[in-house]
């Protein structure tokens, strides 16, 4: 069975701390790798993808290691707009599909 | 910018009767897709959807289920004989290219709620 494994959370954070959510995956085949954010009730939403060489959008960070199927996400000088559900996010078949798969997701509560 | 949508927001139903749920594609896309997700729960991967035939289906998407396009805008999720367990949010997805995990954009969804 594939899955995608995520802490549930809560992080409950200040504002302005940096925060770090990991994410596991089971299938070694998946070639696709993202983090979207689920506000409450709503549709995921793209954040970012993630590539093998790591990369950077802004105050997020996001890494990818092949080898141990570990996925992170980091955020930094954290937003009151940034609390939400992350959910960790990769692709069934290898991209030849295009079906994806997601983890439960990691909510975040950013605090004045 | 345009964007997926989806009717109804919301869809109260009794156990035993079916519903069709209605997305509308961003409109040069070619690649649709069905997700659920119970409140609480994970989204999941229903069904995929390409050139007028199911590309790929999941566990999920048994004989209750089937989807449509019935003209060049619409893709509709049709349930046949709702139960209390198909009560969730279902997310409609269209992508550009694909089989593309790359691209996909979210509609809105549909909170169905079976009672």
């Known amino acids: 069975r594939k899955e995608v494994e995520q802490d549930p959370g809560p992080f409950n954070v200040p504002e302005g701390a940096t925060v770090a959510f990991n994410c596991t995956y089971s299938n070694s085949a998946s070639q696709s790798f993202f983090w979207y954010r689920q506000d409450c009730r709503k549709e995921p939403k793209l954040l970012m993808s993630v590539y093998s060489s790591g990369n950077e959008d802004g105050r997020f960070t996001a890494q990818l290691n092949r080898a141990s199927q570990y996925i992170s996400l980091l955020i930094r000088d954290s937003k009151l707009s940034d609390s939400a559900t992350y959910l960790c996010?990769?692709?069934?078949?290898?991209?030849?599909?295009?079906?994806?798969?997601f983890g439960k997701g990691t909510k975040l509560s950013v605090k004045p | 910018e345009p964007e997926v949508t989806q009717t109804p927001s919301h869809q109260v139903t009794q156990m035993g009767q079916e519903v069709i749920l209605r997305c509308v594609p961003i409109?040069?896309?070619?690649?649709f897709y069905w997700y659920r997700q119970i409140l609480g729960q994970k989204v999941e991967f229903l069904v995929s959807?390409?050139?007028?035939?199911?590309?790929?289906k999941s566990e999920i998407f048994d004989d209750q289920f089937s989807v449509e396009r019935p003209d060049g805008s619409n893709f509709t999720l049709k349930i046949r004989s709702t139960k209390l367990e198909d009560s969730a949010m279902y997310f409609c997805?269209?992508?550009?290219?694909?089989?593309?995990?790359?691209?996909?954009?979210f509609g809105p969804g549909t909170r169905l709620l079976v009672l």
């Open positions: 996010v990769v692709d069934e078949y290898g991209g030849s599909q295009g079906n994806l798969i």
């Open positions: 997805a269209s992508s550009p290219q694909g089989p593309s995990p790359e691209t996909q954009y």
């Open positions: 959807f390409y050139n007028n035939e199911i590309s790929e």
């Open positions: 409109s040069n896309h070619l690649y």
